[in-house]
């Protein structure tokens, strides 16, 4: 446990200081200074453990931690996630547009909002506005760009009740997520509308 923490505490290390030099700095003081009139003898005296009021860190060390440390990073950057869309033989041009924002859309880079008005199997009129980037969190897409299923509003997206239509005054709401929601800003205390 104790290991743990002691390689946890030099991570954070080699993660806050840009080079050796800058973790060496840290532990010099303004008074280690004035005394010894030189910033390199002071620098070897926190190399060898004599000053300093941290862990005593090896150049050697420092430099393999931080190279780990960036492989590690530019390796999680670098996992490219599987698209939906990826080797599919797209023919609707709406599913084309889906697969051109996908990725886009996933890394949150942007937000789509898609309304769509099509007819459920009782022959119904549904239609509805869904934040895609949402939606691509919550589900796989696969069977949408394979054809298996039609993209459908559900009652957790954002939606427009054409009931309210002449009445209805809506604005977006911007939350900490980056998920976009709507609020009724007329109506009483149960959202309908006042007539």
Known sequence: MEDDNAAAALDSI?????????F??????SLDLYYLEDEELARQLVELGYRGSGEV??????????????????????QIRTLASTGKELK???????AEREEANHSARMTSIIFIRDHNAQGQE??????????LKLEDFEPYFSGKKRLLPRSTDLRWDPA???ALHARVVKHSTPDLSNRHTTGNSEGVPQG
């Open 14 to 22: 080699v993660t806050e200081f840009h080079s050796y030099e800058d």
């Open 24 to 29: 060496l700095d840290s532990q010099i003081t």
């Open 57 to 78: 860190l090896k150049r050697e060390e420092f430099e393999s931690r931080k190279a780990a440390a960036e492989a590690s990073r530019l390796n999680k950057r670098s």
């Open 92 to 98: 609707d041009n709406f599913l084309k547009a889906l």
């Open 126 to 135: 549904i239609s509805g506005y869904i934040d895609y980037s949402h939606r």
């Open 164 to 166: 309210c239509a002449p």
